[in-house]
């Protein structure tokens, strides 16, 4: 994982993968490949910055572990995963048991989020969003709560992509 302090641009802090697109995720039914999704994907999660990530603190843990399970559910359930995803991790023992998987909104510019390394990979960046269980029982819905102005990120994810 790499950890990048927050900042005058992004002011909180931002954890990201690194080779969780080493893993080629298996084709779904009706996702269309190569506009807003990728069978290789790597995670990020943006962390208030009030968190204390030094050493010898475990408050950013958390984040961490929700982090690596997003990135490691595609391999464990053999299943491919993309925006708009609701990973369900079932622990209803923390206040947020679940995931979202979102297009980072804080990211202007959406050309960075989509890296093509070369004929047939492509990896795709997405935002890993803590949700309750609650939240995660909405469905479809909760796409909608997170992008309230513009309830089809996607298109205009693939619009300023010039697709």
Known sequence: MLIYAPDR?????????????????????????????????????????????????????????????????????????????????????QPMSAVTLLFPEAIENTDILQLRLGLGKTITFLQVMPVTASEADLGDVLYERFYPHDGVRPQMFLARRGA
């Open 9 to 93: 641009k992004y002011d909180f802090w931002k954890i990201c993968t690194v080779g969780a697109s080493d893993y080629k995720m298996p084709k779904r039914e009706g996702v269309r490949y190569g506009e807003t999704a990728s069978f290789h994907n790597e995670y990020m999660m943006f962390v208030p910055p009030g968190i204390d990530f030094s050493e010898g603190k475990n408050g950013w843990h958390w984040y961490a572990e929700y982090l690596w399970r997003a990135a490691s559910f595609a391999q464990l359930n053999k299943t491919g995963v993309v925006a708009t995803d609701i990973l369900d991790f079932k622990d209803r023992t």
